[in-house]
Structures are given as C-alpha cells and as structure tokens.
C-alpha cells in the first residue's frame, strides 16, 4: 500500500492518491510521510487528506515529521488540526517540538486548550497525570439512562473512550463508573446512581506510569480514571498509552540489562551515533575498570601459569560459563519481578531453587569437563581442579543472579542494574580466585 | 485487601469475608484463593461468591488453583460456571488440564460449547484462532440502527467487546465494522450500510500471535475480527489477550537472549528446580564447548604466556569488554526489530552505524587502557599491544552483534537466539587470537 501511494505521488497521479490513502488506516497513511523526503510533496499529500482524517493522521506520525509539517503550513491549517487533535497527543507533540514551534503552536491554540495544556504539561513524565487526557464522558449520579446518552451524544467525542462513563458530584469527587453496555440493557429511566459501579478502580496523577500499565493489564482496563489527591476526577489514561508504556518499560529492562543507559523513545536509526556511543560508554568503562581487578587477581598466580601454562586455557571457559549461569538466573528473576510473579517475601524460596538448578547444571556441566580433559589430556588432577572449580562457579553465579536484583530491588533501585555484565564481573573475579585458589592446592607438588 | 480476606476466613468471619470480597475486583478474589493451601477453606469461600461472579473470578485464577476447584465442586455447579465462562477462557483453562479433568468439564459443558471447544481445540495455540473467542455481535448490512441496538440487547453479552459490531452477508463473510459510538450517533432509521467503515483491519486464522499482537498496538484497536481463509468471520481476539502475548513474546526474548529454551507460560515459583535446570543446560553445555575452543586457542601461545605471564592478566578485560560491546549492539538490534523500527532493507544503514559507534567507544576506552597500563607497569610495548587489541575487538563484537541478529532473521530465525551469550562466545575467541597476534608480532624481541 505504502510503496503503491509513493509510486503514484512520484507519477504525480493525485487523483488515485487520493483515492487509496481514503481506504488505509491513518497510521500506514502516517507512515507514507516518513518516507518522503522533498517537503513540497510531503505538503501535497498532506492537503489531499480528508479534513476529519488529517489530524488524525498527523498525531500518528515521528516528531521530525510532525516538525516539518508545522513548518510548511498556513497558521489557518495549523488550528485546523490543532483544534481536531485529542489533548494527550498534543501534549506528546509539544514535549517533542523545539521552542520555536512550540511557540507558533502555542499561538495558534485555543485559549481553553492552552491552557488544558499548560496544566498537563506540570505533570512528571512518567506519571499517570503526564499519560492522561481529557477526552471522557462524565455526569451526576442522579441523572436517568435517557440524559446519560443524551450527554454521550453532546460530548461529540469520536473516541472509544466514550464506553466507560464517570459519575462524579458537584466537586468533580469520583463517585463510580458506568459502562455504555448497562445503560444500553437499562430501562430508559433508570437512575445511574442504581447503575454504576461503586468500587471503580483508579489512580493518583503522581503514580508511577509502569505501575498504571500493569494495572491495565491486570484488571483488563480500556481507560482507567486519574483522580487528584483528593480524589478528584483529573483525566483518564487510554489503553493504546498503557501498551506504549508497557512496550518502553521492557525495552529499557533490555537495555539495562545490556549495560546501556536509558535511550528514551528515539528510535534507533534516529539517534546519532555519537549519542549511542554515550549511552554504552558508561557502562563499558566501569565493567572494564572491574575486569581489570580480575586481570589484577591473575598476577598473583603468575608462578603458577608460568609453571602450567596448560592453566590458562580454561579461564575462557570457566569465566564464559559464569558469566551465562549468572544471567541466566539474573534474567529469570529480573523479568519474574517486572511481572510481578516474584516478590521480595519469596526470596528464600528464589534461593533455594536457584541452589539445586545450580547444584543440577553444575553436577552435569563438570562431568562433561571432567571426562574431556581426562581424555584429552589425561590429567586428572587438572580435569579435578576445573571440575570443582566450575561447581563452584555455577553456585556462586547463580546465587548472585538472584540476590542481587532482589537486593536490588529491596533498595528501591531497578532490579535490572546488577543484571548481566555486572554479574559476569564478581563471578569473573570469583571463579579465577577459586580457580588458582583450588589448584595451588590440589597441584601443590607441580606448582 | 488479599491479607484482610486471609485473616477474616482464619477467624471464620464468613460474613465479613462475603462483604470484603463483594467490593474486590473479580482478579484479586481469584489471588486469594492461590494463597489458600487447605481444600475445605477454599472450597467455603468459592461458594461465599455471588453467582455472577463465581465464574469471571474462576477464569481469572491459575491453572493449578483452577483443578484443585473443579475436583472439589459438584457437577451442578461445575456446569454453572462452565456455563457463565468465555469461550477464550474455557479454551485456555482445557489446554492446562490433565486428561480426567478435561472428560469431567466437557461431561458437564452444553452440547453446543462442545462443539464449539473442539472446533477452537483445531488451531495452533500462537495463532490468531488460538487466541479468539465467540462473543462478539454481528448483523447484516441492511439492518437500521434501532434494529441492531434490539440485536446487542439481545446477544445478551456482557462483555467490551460489544462496542465493535460486524457486518456479514449470508455466506458471514466480513463486510465492515461498525461502532456502538456510530450508532448512538446516528439517526434510528439510518441503515447499517450507510455507516459502517468499509475496510476494517483484520486477520486470519492461522497469524502468528506476535503479529496480531503487534497490529492491535499499531492501530490502536480493541477487538480484531480474525477471519478464515475465504474471509468468513470465525471469532474475534480481544486486546487483553493481545497484551498477554505482548508480554509473552518480551519474556520469551529476555529468555532467549540470556541463553534460555522457552519456559512456556508457567511461572517460576511453580517450576520445578530439574525443568528450570533442564531450560538452561542445553545453552550452557553448547556455550561451554564453544568456550573452550578459545581455551585451544590459548593453548597454542604456551610460549608466550610462559615468558610474558603479565599478558595473561589482560585477557578477562578483554573478553568482557568484548562481550559487553556485542551485547550492547545485540540487545539494541534485537529490539529494534522486535518493535519494527528496523528491517532487513536497514542493514547497510545499522552496520555503517554500528561501526561509527564502534570507533567511538574504541577510541576512548583504548585510551583509558593505554594510559593506565603505562602508569601501572610502564610497559608501552604491552599497553599497546592491549590498546589495539581493544579497538579490533569492540569493532568485532559491535559487527557481529548487529550483523548475526539481522542475518537470523533474514533466515527466518528469531533474532534473539544468536544474541549476547552466542556472540559473547565468538567474540572471544576473535579477541584472544587478536591479542596474541598483535603480541608476537609487535613484541616479538621478548617473545
């Protein structure tokens, strides 16, 4: 469809392209701009939309685009979509615009919207207050079914969010919520106050925005109400807001767990690399520094690897195996904590499985060892130094994997920090330690 | 709440536990019961549930809690439950079963629920038609708006997915969509035709889940008609259950990229400590053997080592920075891909950039390394062999780490298999063979 619409715009058939951006969806229509570069084609494809579609269209598409489409149209078009576009998408739009735009839209906003935005714009982020908007339906508890649709009708919202109704008394205090389904199985004259549910679950506009999208999940929410402090109704967080957190909150536990700080919603082919690059340097350089006390640790077994060299070509393997037992266990209990099916009362219980599946894959993997430096080598007593050692490992390995984000979390810090390069690097250190510690030991008459 | 309900039904407070529960949401009643151990408490609270709750708080709890449940209750009200459950939910809740269970429920479910759960049995579970469920409403084009107000009243759903209605013709193909809002819009005589939306998004039975997933969030829609193969609507998949498999697909790439067959969707507290190991241990036993091929590799520098120990010290630096750079390009290729905001036709683009941002973080830790190893021993001939052996490395692991994930799925592969642990394992055997390379021949006068 998209290649289709650029091809025909190339060929400057404007009357089909008309005609087949009528039948896609705003967000693939969205899509076609990304893909065209030269600003007067871009400009007219964007006056071929349909007015009711435009705005629509245009809430769906990348900051830069939206920028350049700001900057190429008359201030009359520009109120046009601004007066169409629903307040939450106006507030991301703005969040994005450099100080220039922002100003020009600004101007061209309605007084009410500038400022609705002004107050939405206060909230943090990544709150509930900073995801919701305005765009609900709401009314007195003593109003019949026939007035309820009736408001519903007036409202003039074309969004979903029309489904779920609040009650709310004469100081905006959330007193329940009504579904379009029971007012439309109700007889015409019931009162909502006989209809509504009394028990609406809600948040506060600070709560934490992965939280929100968790109870979503939870609850099988399509809005959910936003109160103040004191329970006022504020705004409602729509669903397609939830799984954008839900989505961002995972891909930043991905990237944690790579050792990259938090890049933001930029997409990747959008960021430069230099911002990349600043964005993994941090990490690189600490666990580099922390690698180096294991380097460190390896010069006080110079006597030893100099006397068996043979020594040295099993620390690639006892530290890789580390390293893969620690974030196996560090990414199970990382993401069981994120879905909530770990908590902090359970962390005995998270120990001690982590102890036997380490005692079970220790058991097997120094038996695989054991027998290949036996045959390969013939010494046994090289084939017993490694093979405790890798029991040893694995333990130590798979018990940091799960103390650590636990503690982690325990410390109200994001358990996905100590994921896995931070644990590759203690178990690095530990299991070079138990390494030469076990074979000065037990080759004590070679060493 | 969860807590309150536990104590009061310790204290054999029935009453208060009926008044407490009443104003729980459906989902949090079902967490009680997965905190009860003992049958006959559980079996008593079960029965203090409203009727018209019994069953929505039934489908919300766990598998196991589920059998234990069903094994206790009589048939009577087995069948009232069975009889009050979404067809999505009853589908899932057989797939988990034992046999003996799944004769009983289906002994006890209505002759057309049979048929209908044998016909949903058919698809593949990640399909759209393993996902889809029954209660949805549909009518016919010709219809007017009063009429298909009498046909929602009268599916007698009580569910969100009434807001969507379907258009069929005679054959129930799909002719279009339409939404309460749009009816309660409209005029009462206005026909159906004349306001339905003529080119809804859909999908077919057998769509990956993933896919179908990823299209709810992309066209922010609540429910999604899945149609056969001659564009017959066959059912409807709700967005709570999209969101499931949103979360699902995240997990299984955290698992995978940590080196971890799938865990399917059990949660850990429930799996046995020898399955957990069983998930790992393939990974660890393939990644191990890989290791050593590194330690072969050192073993052919004996001589090296024997003479210049200190080089020894720098090889846990260099794998882990290795590993970590990979990881980093990896995790941030994966996801990209993942969210679609990289394709297969970006590759050129990722590894130009890739490899800028290689440079970057090269150059600076190369130089951090270099001064302290010329601080710390004095030896500019080792802290530049270790300085370059840095920059080829994170070149390397950045190379890999963009190149194999892209290459896994242009072989329709999932990306997240060849992720940090498989390229970790490759990089370090490049960074040894770099670092010994560099060595013997820049300081071949001590070697």
């Given amino acids: ?86 307040l939450d998408d106006y507030v991301d739009m703005i969040e994005e615009m450099p100080a220039n735009v922002v100003k020009r839209v600004m101007n061209n906003s309605s007084r009410e919207n500038r400022s609705l935005i002004n107050q939405y714009l206060k909230y943090p982020e990544r709150s ?24 519903i009708r007036n409202t003039g919202l074309d969004k979903e969010t029309v489904y779920t109704c609040y009650v709310i008394d ?11 389904l029971e007012l439309l199985l109700a007889e015409p004259d019931a009162r909502i106050e006989d209809l509504m549910e009394e028990n609406p679950i809600y948040v506060q506009t600070l709560e934490d925005q992965e939280e929100v999208a968790k109870m979503f999940s939870r609850y ?60 993994r340097i941090v990490w690189l350089i600490i666990l580099m520094l922390s690698a180096m006390v294991t380097g460190a640790l390896l010069e006080h077994y110079e006597a030893a690897i100099a006397t068996v060299p043979l020594l040295v070509s099993f620390i690639p393997m006892l530290m890789d195996t580390g390293g893969n037992c620690g974030s196996q266990a560090s990414t199970t209990i990382i993401r069981g904590m994120a879905l909530d099916e770990i908590e902090a009362k359970d962390f005995l219980k998270v120990w001690f499985k982590e102890i036997r599946v380490a005692m079970i894959c220790a058991v097997v993997l120094s038996a695989v060892n054991f027998v290949r430096i036996w045959l390969q080598y013939g010494d046994v007593g090289v084939a017993t130094v490694v093979s405790l050692t890798l029991i040893a490992t694995i333990c130590i390995a798979k018990s ?26 203690i178990t690095d250190a530990c299991s070079i330690l138990a390494f030469f510690g076990i074979a000065v030991r037990l080759l004590s008459d070679r060493l």
Same sequence: chains 1, 2.
């Fill in 220 to 279: 099988d929410m399509i809005a959910m109400p936003v109160v103040d402090n004191e329970k006022r109704l504020v705004g409602i967080i729509t669903i397609d807001d939830a799984i954008d957190v839900l989505q961002e909150e995972n891909t930043e536990d991905f990237e944690r767990m790579a050792g990259i700080t938090a890049s933001g919603d930029e997409s990747y082919l959008k960021t430069p690399a230099w911002k990349l690059a600043k964005n």
């Fill in 400 to 425: 940091l994997g799960c103390v650590l984000p636990m503690l982690a979390k325990k410390l109200r810090l994001d358990p996905a920090i100590v994921a896995s390069p931070m644990i590759t690097t």
């Fill in 128 to 151: 509930a207050g900073g995801l919701m908007t305005n765009e609900y339906v709401y009314f007195k508890r003593t109003l019949t079914v026939t007035q309820a649709f009736d408001v």
């Fill in 1 to 86: 469809m998209i290649d289709t619409v650029l091809a025909l715009l190339k060929e400057k058939k404007y009357a089909q392209v008309k005609q087949t951006v009528l039948e896609m969806h705003e967000v693939d229509v969205a899509e076609i701009f990304e893909e065209i570069s030269d600003t007067e084609t871009m400009l007219r494809l964007f006056r071929l939309l349909p007015k009711e579609t435009a705005a629509e269209t245009f809430s769906y598409m990348e900051a830069d685009v939206q920028q350049r489409i700001i900057e190429a149209i008359t201030d009359k078009e520009l109120r046009y979509i601004l007066d169409d576009m629903y």
């Fill in 170 to 180: 004469a100081q905006r205090h959330l007193e329940g919520t009504v579904s379009v």
